[in-house]
């Protein structure tokens, strides 16, 4: 598999003396725990996106829970805590898994069955130092990281990591390993909303140091949070899990609104953003629902928007139902196309042609994507190479790093079915 592990040596020296304060060593792998925790308190900043009320409690406003959190207590996440009237999160640069990463991630091997990015109109043939720290807002049945995502930062081992220090590894990584074409920092694997002042920070310092920063994320996050991280962000992928509010509630323990309202911000703020759909029989496959799905991503997200339809295969508590035909993954694809959409993906698929990138206009194919082989011979400074219409996306780091958040009113309120 085309996933570069990364050696403990390597990976510390690639930090630099000094940024692993608790001497802690980490195995960097998906679904693989680290082998020493870091110290007690290393982790613990001060919380960005909250509220101090009466008798020392708080009201965390960096997701639609708003947890209300008394003395000593944490919110739903378990990663952020009330410390005397204080909000604190527990997992600042507390590193748990990384890896470097194709941006297209996509399945190779059965024994690798869920994408976790995928980005395909964002820098193709590149790779991400990914990483991850414990934690989730969301219980979602069919997590594939569920032990890191749904355990408290004290039950993962991690290493701490200081933005600075990730933002330089990542140059340095790149420079020692030049074929890999790193130039991103991937916040994934669990959940990025719960750490994100580690992702706010570290994206401001890879900027800095000429390194894009994109988020793998469930879109549960309120609006002011969002647009500040944007600032920083080059792009934002989004698994909008199913579009009934019933889904939500039962498979996830969340909301569909929110993610809605999150989707209009990302497109009024002009950030790219993709969308990963995991279709689990029974649950979200309807005609029905993926074509109103289709038609809310047109009206509200516009035809250009990258749209990816996963196959689900059984894990974690959803063991009793079976794989996504691929059938039912190809009728998604047609449904949505015929409702407007562009760029529609078939995932977790291996050589299907819905993993290739085929021009809106003239119907060439512009990026062949086989495996984990891209070829983007097909694209020309960012449109088709063959009739010259162009084609949506950030085709090069330089247009990645001149995003700047457009200024815009705030979008109404996200409704569903």
């Not at 049945?141 to 200081?162: G, L, T």
């Not at 916040?187 to 000429?210: H, K, L, Q, W």
Request: aromatic residues 8%; contains cysteine; charged residues 25%.
């Amino acid at each position: 598999m085309n996933r570069t592990r990364l050696a403990r040596r390597e990976f510390l020296r690639a930090l630099g003396a000094g940024a692993c304060a608790a001497c802690a060593s980490c195995v960097l792998g998906r679904g693989v725990q680290a082998q020493a925790a870091a110290a007690p308190g290393t982790a613990v900043h001060d919380a960005r996106w909250f509220e101090r009320l009466p008798d020392k409690v708080v009201r965390c406003q960096l997701c639609p829970r708003e947890c209300l959190v008394a003395e000593d207590e944490r919110g739903y996440c378990g990663v952020r805590e009330n410390r005397g009237g204080d909000y604190k999160t527990l997992v600042y640069g507390a590193i748990c898994s990384g890896h470097i990463d194709p941006i297209e991630k996509k399945l190779l091997f059965p024994v690798d069955p869920i994408e976790k990015k995928p980005l395909f109109h964002y820098l193709p043939g590149t790779a991400a130092l990914s990483v991850a720290t414990a934690g989730c807002n969301f219980e979602c049945k069919f997590c594939q990281n569920w032990n890191i995502s749904q355990y408290r930062p004290e039950q993962v081992a991690s290493v701490v990591v200081p933005p600075e220090a990730l933002a330089k590894a990542t140059v340095d990584l790149a420079k020692t390993a030049p074929e890999k074409k790193i130039c991103t920092i991937a916040y994934t694997y669990t959940e990025p909303v719960v750490f994100s002042e580690y992702v706010y920070d570290t994206a401001e310092a890879g900027r800095a140091a000429g390194v894009g920063s994109v988020i793998v994320s469930n879109g549960y996050i309120r609006e002011p949070a969002l647009r500040d991280l944007c600032k920083h962000l080059t792009a934002v992928k989004i698994d909008l899990k199913a579009f009934t509010e019933k889904f939500y509630a039962e498979q996830c323990a969340g909301k569909l609104a929110p993610v809605l309202s999150t989707l209009e911000v990302l497109k009024d703020v002009g950030i790219h953003t993709e969308i990963v759909v995991l279709i689990i029989p029974t649950l979200n496959d309807s005609a029905e629902e993926t074509a109103a799905m289709a038609k809310w991503l047109v009206g509200h997200m516009g035809p250009d928007v990258p749209v990816h339809f996963s196959r689900f295969h059984p894990i974690y508590r959803l063991n009793n139902l079976p794989i996504t035909p691929i059938e039912t993954l190809d009728r998604a694809r047609k449904i949505s196309m015929d409702a407007g959409l562009r760029y529609v993906y078939v995932g977790n698929v291996p050589f299907h042609e819905g993993e290739s990138t085929y021009c809106p206009s003239c119907h060439k194919l512009v990026i062949k994507r086989v495996g984990y082989n891209v070829d983007a011979a097909g694209l020309k400074n960012g449109a088709c190479g063959a009739c010259g219409t162009k084609i949506a996306g950030v085709w090069s780091q330089e247009q990645a790093l001149a995003f700047k958040p457009k200024d815009g009113p705030k979008p109404r309120r996200a409704g569903a079915k």
